[in-house]
């Protein structure tokens, strides 16, 4: 039986399911597909390094002897869309099955089944069990939760995979160290330094294609310095667990000017396109810690974010699309703000974070939670708007993961499935976790006024604005205790400030 094996551009995994019982007669077709560059406008390394990625893991198959139909972005007759180069391939080879692994991303599993339903050649589509809990254990788990909560997740995933764990009891006596998680970066610290790889022959034809296909996408392009081979995500993995993990835990959360990276791994975007897998990124953290070469408070922030909510978002991905895309639970419609695109504001957090994201694709969780994401949460942005810039500017945004993280996490559009509480916060907390403020023109200290921090402001007329929607909320409590000590000029105050700062970005009041 010869066999045509599909593989997507964020399955680049050598035990991809579809891959597993490959055999001499068969083809894999990998396509370089124009409608998945183009829709969103990808941030431009985003598409390099996918593509870049794909071509590298291709020569890698072909090198073993496997047998690889690729078809490149400007192939001559390339039709630019998934449906009809499975069509053209499957006239090319004449097999007698097709074979794919479930696509991430709701969309591209649409395509498939689209597709297949008319097809004269059957399809398989294989369970993608490079994630560590099956979709059926997960479905299980949730049941009828109507606000289900991470952290029992989390301690489900722990037994399950046995990280960390004593028996049936976490090391160390508690199943998270979130708490000791949140320090700042001392000033004179030097951060480790970034594994950086030159583009080879292959990455700079690629570079080459994007800057002219892809020029007016958002971002820039180059120095590009992202792993897209095996091996070099292997060493990649192997720098973060010797030189940067040991401080991850007590530094996740810090942000600095100038420093894009810190203790961060930088390898989401090797572990959503499949370089690396789940299981050997939480395998070397745990081994780090076994010898004793990283403390504990690390080992567990790095693998609870890969576990924990990594697992837990594709979860509820899948058991709640469509319609949870659909959701707006705090009515939120203003635009997204220009400066978002051009980093061009006022709001010096802002300004990095925008900033480093243009230079590289990448921003670490709590820029993107606390600072891009934490204004437009206050500013009101309507929840599509904010959702399509995320998965257009980073590296590792794929529907899967962005979708729920930003509509869930940062927006609250789900209403509290994701997170009991939103996620909003004065400029205190940025001040707190950054040394942002001290280059920013606004003072954090002051409250209203021209002067003042606009995220102070924001965040009251935020509780404001959505007093009937969030005022019950158990997590809330303290601060809706304090808007109401406020008496109505305090109030009245933060909404003028607040009106008048919208109309100066060009937002409606």
Partial sequence: MKTLRVVLGDQLTRTLAALRDYQDVDVVLMVEVHDETVYVRHHKQKIAFILAAMRHFAAALQAEGVTVDYVKLDAPGN?????????????????????????????????????????????????????????????????????????????????????????????????????ENRKRYPRNAIPPQRLVFAPDATTQEVLALVAARFGEHFGDLEPFAWPVTRPQAEAALAHFIEHVLPGFGDYQDAMVQGAPFLHHALLSPCLNAGLLTAKEVCDAAEAAYGARLVPLNAAEGFIRQVIGWREYVRGLYWRLMPAYADSNALNATRDLPWFYWSGETDLNCLKQVIGETRAHAYAHHIQRLMV?????????????????????????????????????????????????????????????????????????????????????????????????RLAGNPRLAMPYRNLARMDKTQRATIAADSRRFFERIGLKP
Avoid at 390 to 405: G, H, Q, R
Avoid at 431 to 446: E, I, L, T
Wanted: net charge negative; proline share 6%; with cysteine.
């Fill in 79 to 179: 039709t630019g869309s998934f449906p009809d180069e499975v069509t053209r391939a499957v006239a090319r080879h004449r097999p007698d099955r097709i074979v794919v692994t479930e696509p991430g991303e709701y969309r591209v599993r649409r395509l498939f089944d689209d597709w297949a339903a008319t097809a004269a050649v059957p399809l398989e589509m294989r369970a993608d069990d490079r994630f560590l809990c099956p979709s059926e254990v997960f479905a299980d788990w949730l049941g009828d939760k109507r606000s289900p909560t991470m952290e029992y997740f989390y301690r489900l995933m722990r037994r399950r995979t046995g990280y960390l764990m004593n028996g049936d009891e976490p090391l160390g006596g508690q199943w998270n160290f979130d708490a």
């Fill in 372 to 468: 891009t994401g934490n204004f437009a949460l206050l500013a009101g942005v309507a929840p599509r708007q904010i959702e399509e810039w995320y998965l257009i500017v980073y590296a590792d945004a794929y529907d899967w993961v962005e979708l729920p993280n930003v509509h869930g996490m940062v927006m609250w559009a789900d209403g509290g499935v994701l997170g009991t509480k939103p996620y909003a916060a004065s400029g205190a907390y940025i001040d707190r976790m950054s040394d942002y403020c001290r280059g920013c023109r606004y003072d954090v200290k002051q409250k209203t006024g021209p002067d003042a921090c606009p995220f102070n402001y924001l965040y009251w007329n935020f509780l404001s604005e959505n007093e009937q």
